[in-house]
């Protein structure tokens, strides 16, 4: 089992920025386990990648952000929640782990 974390919005909360993560076999059960939550992910990334992002430079993490979703509008979004919010997201993943 992996941990993988999505950033996205429960369906009533769609202005509210929410980071989970859980331990899942695949990626792609994690993706449909996040769907039946009413959970709308807008990027899905492993423990590895998250770790990854947390400790590139400015430009190289602008970068791997734009690789995690198509929807350009969300890039400045995740790229301020990786930048400020860098410890809840290794938060989670502990949390995810212990579970």
């Known amino acids: ?3 993988y974390v999505a950033v996205g919005y429960f369906k009533d909360e769609t202005k ?3 980071i989970i993560a859980m331990q899942d076999s695949t990626k792609a059960n994690f993706y449909k386990n996040c769907q039946g939550n009413a959970f709308a992910a807008c990027a899905v990334m492993t423990e590895k990648k998250v770790h990854e992002i947390l ?3 400015e430009l190289d993490r602008w ?3 734009k690789k995690l979703t198509n929807n350009y509008r969300k890039w400045m979004d995740l790229d301020d929640l990786f930048e400020q919010c860098g410890d809840i997201f290794l938060n989670k993943i502990e949390e995810a782990k212990a579970n």
Request: aromatic share 0%.
């Open 1 to 3: 089992m992996k941990v």
């Open 16 to 18: 509210r920025m929410r």
């Open 55 to 57: 400790a590139a430079n």
């Open 63 to 65: 970068e791997m952000i």
